[in-house]
């Protein structure tokens, strides 16, 4: 059965027809072209696939597109309200080598915002907790805390 939904994806209103089983990740992969959002497992345990979904960080695997209707989604591709520079929690893993084969990162940074818009300081221990549901298979952790606490630091100086 196709459901129509309209949601404002990256600022962007859209208006579509979906298949009602369809999840949301394919919606934004398949649908919107958005592929920056990766697949993992598809059973809600690497994180690969998080948006933001009314700020807060969701595993896009697990949701039905049809429930997002009227709801506002960011994506990796939205982040920066900058479409020529990083956002900078993206600049910060470039600058900290925060990534190695990318594929976690997308997810993991937003998870990271997430937290940072509501803690702006946060210690090592807060950003461990933070991206606790976010798994990395190249398994470089302990950069991806180090660009997330400096990602934070510059999210807090962009703010004023
Ligand atoms: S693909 Fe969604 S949590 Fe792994
Ligand atoms: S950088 Fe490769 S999975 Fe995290």
Same mark, same amino acid.
């Given at each position: 059965?196709?459901?129509?939904?309209?949601?404002?994806?990256?600022?962007?209103?859209?208006?579509?027809?979906?298949?009602?089983? +369809?999840?949301?990740?394919?919606?934004?992969?398949?649908? /919107?072209?958005?592929?920056?959002?990766?697949?993992?497992?598809?059973?809600?345990?690497?994180? %690969?696939?998080?948006? /933001? /979904? %009314?700020?807060?960080?969701?595993?896009?695997?697990?949701?039905?597109?049809?429930?997002?209707?009227?709801?506002?989604?960011?994506?990796?591709?939205?982040?920066?309200?900058?479409?020529? %520079?990083?956002?900078? +929690?993206?600049?910060?893993?470039?600058?900290?080598?925060?990534?190695?084969?990318?594929?976690?990162?997308?997810?993991?940074?937003?998870?990271?915002?997430? +937290?940072?818009?509501?803690?702006?300081?946060?210690?090592?221990?807060?950003?461990?907790?933070?991206?606790?549901?976010?798994?990395?298979?190249?398994?470089?952790?302990?950069?991806?805390?180090?660009?997330? /606490?400096?990602?934070?630091?510059?999210?807090?100086?962009?703010?004023?």
């Amino acid at each position: 059965m196709k459901v129509s939904i309209q949601v404002v994806v990256n600022k962007e209103q859209v208006s579509l027809k979906v298949d009602s089983r +369809m999840s949301l990740v394919d919606m934004l992969r398949e649908e /919107l072209g958005l592929t920056g959002t990766h697949i993992g497992c598809r059973t809600g345990n690497c994180g %690969a696939c998080t948006v /933001l /979904l %009314a700020e807060k960080p969701v595993k896009a695997c697990c949701i039905l597109a049809a429930d997002v209707d009227g709801e506002g989604i960011t994506t990796i591709e939205g982040l920066s309200s900058d479409p020529n %520079a990083l956002h900078p +929690m993206q600049d910060a893993f470039v600058k900290h080598q925060g990534l190695q084969c990318g594929f976690c990162t997308p997810g993991v940074i937003l998870s990271a915002v997430a +937290m940072a818009r509501n803690n702006p300081a946060p210690t090592e221990q807060e950003v461990r907790r933070a991206l606790a549901g976010n798994l990395c298979r190249c398994t470089g952790y302990q950069f991806i805390i180090k660009s997330v /606490l400096a990602g934070a630091r510059e999210m807090a100086q962009a703010s004023g």
